[in-house]
Nanobody, 121 residues
Framework: QVRMVESGGGLVQAGGSLRLSCTAS????????IGWFRQAPGKEREFVAA?????GRTDYLNSVTDRFTISRDNAVYLQMNSLKPEDTAVYYC?????????????????WGVGTQVTVSS
């Protein structure tokens, strides 16, 4: 049984930083691309960042490119700097079985339950 778990969310002031972690059990870790998505109240879930199974390819939402960094070893991390109130959302990690790390939600087979990130102004 596959289980994905996000951690590291919390409340931070604008301009602050958080580091999210995503771990998984029950799957061949390096075969899966991992994506971070977020969903704010009343909005659809949106792509934030992704990394390929090998770690050699990364992709970012334009609005976070200069502020967020995705990386992986035995977990996938999302380092979020210079946080803004508009970054407030529940952040989810998902596993893409193609290994690519797609921007398309439907490509993801497994999901965690999310971690809340709240940025105060």
């Amino acid at each position: 049984q596959v289980r994905m778990v996000e951690s590291g969310g919390g409340l931070v002031q604008a301009g602050g930083s958080l580091r999210l972690s995503c771990t998984a059990s029950g799957l061949a870790w390096t075969n899966y691309g991992i994506g971070w998505f977020r969903q704010a109240p009343g909005k659809e879930r949106e792509f934030v960042a992704a990394i390929s199974g090998s770690g050699g390819r990364t992709d970012y939402l334009n609005s976070v490119t200069d502020r967020f960094t995705i990386s992986r070893d035995n977990a996938v991390y999302l380092q979020m700097n210079s946080l803004k109130p508009e970054d407030t959302a529940v952040y989810y990690c998902g596993a893409d079985p193609t290994g690519w790390g797609s921007r398309i939600i439907s490509r993801y087979l497994y999901w965690g339950v999310g971690t809340q990130v709240t940025v105060s102004s």
